[in-house]
């Protein structure tokens, strides 16, 4: 017990550590522990959003999964830069050369910058069309419009509390990002209720509520970021030389973060294309397999976790000239994320009702959400293999493999296949859960043949 204390006392420290030597295991407990959690706090973040907007109406928890399937695509462009952020951080900290760390995280920086100001004026100039296009009712767009405006407008804080933890990640300190977003979520979950009930001399804000206390969270969790890169630790700091643009390493992470954002973009898609479907079942409907989603985000955060991990490994380990080691680490990553799946899985196909229950009483909603939940819970085992090695590609700075799986996966199947079992065959939501069961199972698959071919060890960043 001491030594599990111990360790557990070492991984959530915050001390960098370079990972190409000793124990494999002990350097996935080590960086999975802050990883997990750091997922679980981001998977916190959409569970307390949709618990208390749930209270309001359905129409506003549909709104929310309305707005939030298109701001997929923010993410997904943040997680593509995080990826080669972390890619080539991780890269460089093997080849024990913080200096090239610095710059490389710097560049991502100015990157996301002009990237979050394109969103920003794109989401607020069309955010009543964006509504409309993903089948909202007027009434929806009326009560929820400020919703996605805030949301779209503050897109700065989204786009750079992922990148930052990226680069925390790539320097092998996971603990930084996991107590940012502790800290993130604390706020976010104090104020939800306040800003959407009201309290006091603050008035009741509604859904617009829930955007505002994100926003202020993740706001305050960037600001520590820029703060502990400033102020610099043992294998990254940015000074002031740091900040002249690199056109030469700017095109280097574009060319990898823009296959890594292109990959994350065709599977935000591809939920914005099976939100359009499920929309037409009514709001009730749309309600519960927002909360769903929302339930299935929470765990498959934690295992992201896990898969980040493994990224992190893989690119110190091919930094250090040691592919056989990445390799290694990616397979016992991706046995321990599918052992926690597992579980998981078991308990949704169980519970799923009474979990529902939890968020909204109206038979409607709970039938939506239980029923995607043991859908979903189905092709939990597969999604585990499909996250680590995704991220191992990216990590070693192949967004290209996973990206050319993504396409053929959710847009040649999953897309055709939600549209037809729902529509054609009359499954209704079920169909469109069942397509993404189906397509995550093939992508899994298809990840593992790959990787075992050992091309991604070849990778230059």
């Known amino acids: 017990m001491s030594k599990i204390f111990a360790t557990l006392k070492e991984a959530l420290s915050g001390k960098e550590q370079e990972f190409t030597a000793g124990s494999i295991n002990r350097a996935i407990v080590l960086l999975s522990i802050p990883m997990v959690l750091e997922m679980l706090m981001e998977g916190l973040f959409a569970l307390a959003d949709i618990y208390f907007v749930s209270k309001v109406s359905a129409e506003a928890a549909a709104t929310v999964g309305m707005t939030e399937s298109v701001v997929t695509i923010i993410y997904a462009v943040a997680m593509g830069l995080g990826a080669a952020a972390t890619a080539?951080?991780?890269?460089?900290t093997g080849e024990n050369d913080p200096e090239g760390a610095a710059k490389s995280a710097v560049q991502a920086i100015w990157i996301a910058m002009v990237l979050s100001v394109i969103f920003t004026v794109v989401?607020?100039?069309?955010?009543?069309?964006?509504?409309?296009?993903?089948?909202a009712t007027d009434r929806q767009v009326a009560e929820c419009i400020g919703y996605t405006k805030i949301i779209y407008g503050t897109n700065v804080v989204i786009m750079f509390i992922f990148l930052l933890n990226a680069v925390f990640r790539g320097v092998g300190n996971a603990s930084v990002a996991m107590w940012v977003l502790v800290l993130s979520n604390g706020i976010n979950i104090i104020l939800d209720p306040i800003f959407i009930f009201g309290l006091g001399?603050?008035?009741?804000?509604?859904v617009e509520g829930a955007a505002l206390a994100t926003?202020?969270?993740?706001?305050?969790?960037?600001?520590?970021?820029?703060?502990?890169l400033l102020r610099g630790t043992n294998l990254i700091r940015i000074a002031r030389r740091h900040l002249v643009v690199h056109w030469e390493t700017i095109v280097s992470m574009l060319r990898v973060a823009s296959t890594g954002a292109f990959q994350w973009i065709i599977a935000s898609a591809s939920w914005m294309f099976?939100?359009?479907?499920?929309?037409?079942?009514?709001?009730?409907?749309?309600?519960?397999?927002?909360?769903?989603?929302?339930?299935?985000?929470?765990?498959?955060m934690p295992a992201w976790g896990m898969a980040n991990a493994a990224a992190t490994l893989v690119g110190q380990n091919?930094?250090?000239k040691q592919p056989e080691r990445a390799e290694a680490s990616v397979w016992r990553a991706a046995t321990l994320d599918m052992?926690?799946?597992?579980?998981?899985?078991?308990?949704?196909?169980?519970f799923a009702k009474q979990i529902a229950l939890l968020f909204d009483p109206n038979p409607v909603v709970v039938e939506a959400a239980a029923m995607s939940l043991r859908i979903f819970s189905v092709g939990y085992v597969f999604f585990a293999y499909g996250m680590v090695i995704s991220s191992a590609f990216n990590g070693a700075g192949d967004t290209m493999t996973p990206t050319l799986i993504n396409i053929v996966c959710f847009w040649l199947i999953e897309i055709p296949l939600g549209w037809y079992l729902a529509t054609q065959l009359k499954w209704g939501l079920n169909g469109v859960v069942w397509s993404v069961v189906i397509a995550e199972t093939i992508m899994a698959l298809v990840l593992v043949v790959i990787f075992k071919r050992g091309k991604w060890k070849e990778v230059k960043i």
């Open 88 to 92: 080539t951080v991780a890269r460089r």
């Open 123 to 135: 989401g607020i100039v069309f955010a009543e069309d964006i509504l409309r296009l993903m089948g």
């Open 201 to 206: 001399p603050i008035p009741a804000m509604g």
């Open 215 to 228: 926003c202020i969270g993740r706001g305050v969790g960037v600001c520590i970021q820029l703060y502990l």
């Open 274 to 300: 099976l939100m359009r479907i499920v929309a037409e079942s009514g709001t009730e409907v749309v309600a519960g397999y927002t909360i769903a989603i929302r339930i299935i985000v929470f765990t498959i």
């Open 318 to 320: 091919l930094g250090a």
């Open 339 to 350: 052992m926690f799946m597992l579980v998981v899985s078991v308990f949704y196909f169980i």
